[in-house]
């Protein structure tokens, strides 16, 4: 009877938190290696960054949609084909997950001043915010149509969202959780950074028209266009190491990267087909591009291609090392 009385209570709590544990079978060093997400086989691949050899892949129940690190050890990422909100432990392989979190999600940013992970749900037009100390949902903030990517003004405590169907910008306050402002922006904006006191943001352009070729630097108070930088087709991604005040972005439709500097474009490399996503450090560059079915390497200072893997599976989330700076 206790026997029966216990299966139901663990029965019960699974279904008022929706958490269920199970362990993946990652490599050794996982914590420090450099993870890319595949979008068509459902893997994640771990490479040294050492010897910048793949070490592993390990297969997924389903195709992570975004991902991105919480501390040294966990990192956090949906699916929206099982709706799932995931945390891996990569020190011991550990996997949270709770039911419907990623339904619907499309990024990913987490928030080491509030310890929150923020949740760009386009498909219900809302920001979820989820505890991951609590485990819990704390709150679902509405937005605009569409919410996509997402960067923070630390300083003020401020979240940008970019609400790509509506052409604007919701700037949200991490800690009351409620749109403070909202900002009208060039046509169908994707890709967007906080940097001295800016926001640049990229886009894709219309489906019928002229792509678009440059990056919008916007006020973030008044949302009054600072000015507009020139680089390749479609720049949808940014990166740009702590210490620097140069932008890189990804130019989806040009298979390149550019480097700004002084809100000017100063150089530019071209990376593999179809580029998607960009991550790194004070150090290096990681540009996953899914056509080409590789991760490219660059040097910061020198802004070269050091290496090129060979990665398949359509290659697009990154995830630089925990113990990375």
């Not at 010897?51 to 919480?70: E, G, H, N, P």
């Not at 509030?114 to 937005?143: C, H, M, R, W, Y």
């Not at 593999?272 to 150090?283: L, M, Q, S």
């Amino acid at each position: 009877m206790n026997r029966i009385l216990l299966f139901v209570f663990i029965s019960l709590l699974f279904i008022v938190s929706g958490c269920r544990e199970e362990t993946l079978d990652i490599p050794e060093n996982a914590k420090n290696a450099i993870m890319v997400s595949h979008l068509k086989d459902a893997e994640l691949t771990f490479i040294d960054e050492e010897s910048r050899q793949v070490v592993d892949s390990v297969k997924l129940d389903a195709a992570i949609t975004d991902m991105v690190r919480i501390d040294d050890s966990r990192i956090a990422y949906t699916s929206k084909e099982s709706g799932l909100l995931s945390v891996l432990n990569t020190e011991n392989g550990q996997v949270k997950q709770w039911e419907g979190v990623g339904r619907g999600v499309s990024e990913l940013l987490f928030s080491h001043e509030t310890n929150l992970l923020f949740l760009a749900d386009s498909g219900n037009n809302q920001l979820k915010v989820f505890d991951i100390e609590k485990e819990k949902v704390k709150a679902e903030i509405p937005v605009g149509t569409f919410p996509l990517s997402m960067t923070v003004n630390p300083d003020e405590n401020l979240l940008f969202v970019v609400n790509q169907k509506d052409s604007s910008v919701s700037a949200i306050d991490m800690k009351k959780l409620k749109v403070v402002r909202e900002l009208l922006v060039p046509y169908l904006p994707e890709g967007i950074l906080y940097k001295d006191s800016k926001l640049y943001i990229g886009g894709h352009g219309p489906v019928h028209g002229d792509l678009n070729r440059f990056v919008h630097v916007i006020d973030p108070e008044s949302g009054r266009q600072l000015g507009r930088i020139e680089v390749g087709l479609m720049p949808v991604k940014f990166f740009s190491p702590r210490s620097s005040s140069d932008l890189y972005v990804v130019c989806h439709g040009s298979h390149e990267l550019y480097k700004i500097s002084g809100d000017e474009n100063t150089d530019k490399i071209k990376v593999g087909a179809n580029p998607y996503d960009i991550a790194g450090n004070e150090k290096e560059m990681y540009v996953s591009s899914m056509d080409s079915q590789s991760l490219s390497i660059l040097d910061v200072e020198s802004f070269k291609i050091i290496s090129e893997i060979d990665i398949s599976g359509a290659p697009v989330a990154i995830i630089e090392g925990g113990g990375s700076e």
